[in-house]
């Protein structure tokens, strides 16, 4: 039950950060609960992050905001921070 409530908690949390995209709200909080996500290896929880990432890639890979975003996920979020690195390269 504990894992359940767990999965609907991540995907509230990711429903909530399709609705807008914030870069200082991304890096102080989004990013943890996408990182959350991406930990369960839940298939519905891993699209939901790989959505997020694909709408809001052209905020994310804005010049100097893709940095400062990659900087901080590399020691932060590792299963993210993959992710991002790909993004400027797709």
Same mark, same amino acid.
């Given at each position: 039950?504990? +894992?359940?409530?767990?999965?609907e =908690?991540?995907?509230?949390?990711?429903?909530y950060?399709? +609705?807008d995209? =914030?870069?200082?709200?991304?890096?102080?909080? @989004?990013?943890? @609960?996408?990182? *959350?996500?991406? *930990?369960?290896? =839940?298939?519905?929880?891993?699209n939901?992050? @790989?959505e997020?990432?694909k709408?809001?890639? +052209?905020?994310?890979?804005?010049?100097?905001v893709?940095?400062?975003?990659?900087?901080?996920?590399?020691?932060?979020?590792?299963?993210?921070?993959e *992710?991002? +690195?790909?993004?400027?390269t797709?």
């Amino acid at each position: 039950m504990s +894992k359940e409530k767990n999965k609907e =908690d991540i995907k509230y949390a990711l429903k909530y950060i399709l +609705k807008d995209f =914030d870069v200082d709200e991304f890096v102080g909080v @989004d990013i943890y @609960d996408m990182e *959350r996500a991406l *930990r369960t290896k =839940d298939p519905e929880l891993i699209n939901m992050v @790989d959505e997020i990432l694909k709408k809001f890639k +052209k905020e994310i890979t804005e010049p100097g905001v893709y940095e400062f975003i990659l900087g901080f996920a590399e020691n932060n979020t590792p299963l993210l921070y993959e *992710r991002l +690195k790909s993004l400027f390269t797709n």
